[in-house]
């Protein structure tokens, strides 16, 4: 199984960026995907789960901002981020089945 996150990049406040989590090779199932993030000097902390449309969490900290969405049957899954703050900056990771990415680099800055 390979986990692969992609559309990382540097973006002002109050600007969007939108991440991709693409899923590949053999496994029974999928029930849900995660995406994490951790920031220079600070714990990895849960962002958003999708398990289908309309069942889905986020983390207090980006609900309103963003919108996780996806396909579990074709196993992919994006993060939309909108209005994005310094604060949100960190390496965003995408888990799914307990196997995680190599992480995409989101910064905020002015």
């Known amino acids: 199984v390979h986990v692969e996150e992609s559309g990382g990049g540097l973006v002002q406040p109050g600007g969007s960026l939108r991440l991709s989590c693409v899923i590949s090779?053999?496994?029974?199932?999928?029930?849900?995907v995660s995406w994490y993030r951790q920031a220079p000097g600070k714990q990895r902390e849960l962002v958003a789960v999708?398990?289908?449309?309309?069942?889905?969490n986020y983390a207090d900290s980006v609900k309103g901002r963003f919108t996780v969405s996806g396909d579990i049957a074709k196993k992919t899954v994006d993060l939309q981020m909108n209005n994005l703050q310094p604060e949100d900056t960190a390496v965003y990771y995408c888990?799914?089945?307990?196997?995680w990415g190599q992480g995409t680099q989101v910064t905020v800055s002015s």
């Open positions: 090779g053999r496994m029974f199932s999928i029930n849900g």
């Open positions: 999708f398990f289908s449309p309309g069942r889905t």
């Open positions: 888990n799914s089945v307990g196997i």
